[in-house]
């Protein structure tokens, strides 16, 4: 069944440390997103990408980092730069280079916790 | 803001009753998407309408779009407890293509 897989579904991190979240997706879907949730909140976007190689920031990308070397794959790195990481991250993607005229497929999420 | 807004923000209702939520924004869009969350899960896509639509099914789904009013509402009819959700409103906006999404609009379904 085609999807976007994201693991792990919950994460723990300390103070200072950074930590990756992976998303996988074998839609063959051009673009791929990031978004974090705060309780009681929508999604903030933190970054997204319609190719591989490229990426762009979203509103919220500071202490945020990714990557996009396969089409598949669009990890983000939280960095210790982040001062309030704890939130529920979720990853999207969406068919066409072209983001506005598709609905997005989402991962089932990772909530990241700060010990 | 150019991010839609759910109202009500929270709903209760019993199951075979009619849902009705609304959404509105601010600037012109190039089309407006709801999505279905439930709790600790992603989101799912319900129905996209384009600017230029004013009105789309999908089975008891049932959205409009008032672009002189720069609202939409979302109908769930006959509603089913399965249905206990959050939905958000998402805009594509011209001239700023991403996906803006609003706070969300928690629906509970009695049985």
């Known amino acids: 069944d085609g999807g976007i897989t994201q693991s792990p579904k919950y994460l723990f991190r300390k103070e200072g440390q950074n930590v990756t979240l992976s998303c996988e997706q074998n839609l063959n879907h051009d673009a791929m997103y990031w978004y974090r949730q705060d309780p009681g909140q929508g999604l903030r976007l933190i970054y997204y990408?319609?190719?591989?190689?490229?990426?762009q920031k979203g509103d919220i990308a500071e202490g945020y980092s990714v990557s996009r070397e396969k089409k598949e794959s669009f990890p983000l790195t939280v960095t210790s730069a982040q001062k309030n990481p704890t939130a529920f991250y979720l990853c999207a993607s969406s068919m066409g280079a072209t983001l506005w005229n598709y609905g997005y497929t989402f991962g089932s999420g990772t909530r990241l916790t700060v010990v | 803001s150019q991010q839609g807004e759910e109202d009500p923000q929270a709903l209760s209702i019993q199951e075979g009753e009619n849902a009705t939520m609304n959404c509105s924004y601010k600037?012109?869009?190039?089309?407006l998407q709801w999505y279905r969350q439930n709790s600790g899960r992603g989101l799912v896509h319900l129905i996209l309408?384009?600017?230029?639509?004013r009105e789309k099914h999908s089975g008891r789904l049932r959205v409009t779009l008032d672009t002189s009013k720069k609202s939409s509402s979302l109908l769930i009819t006959a509603s089913r407890a399965a249905d206990t959700a959050s939905y958000f409103c998402a805009t594509v906006h011209y001239g700023n293509n991403r996906l803006a999404f609003g706070k969300g609009n928690q629906v509970v379904v009695i049985p």
């Open positions: 309408i384009r600017s230029n639509e």
């Open positions: 990408s319609q190719i591989v190689n490229d990426f």
């Open positions: 600037t012109s869009i190039n089309n």
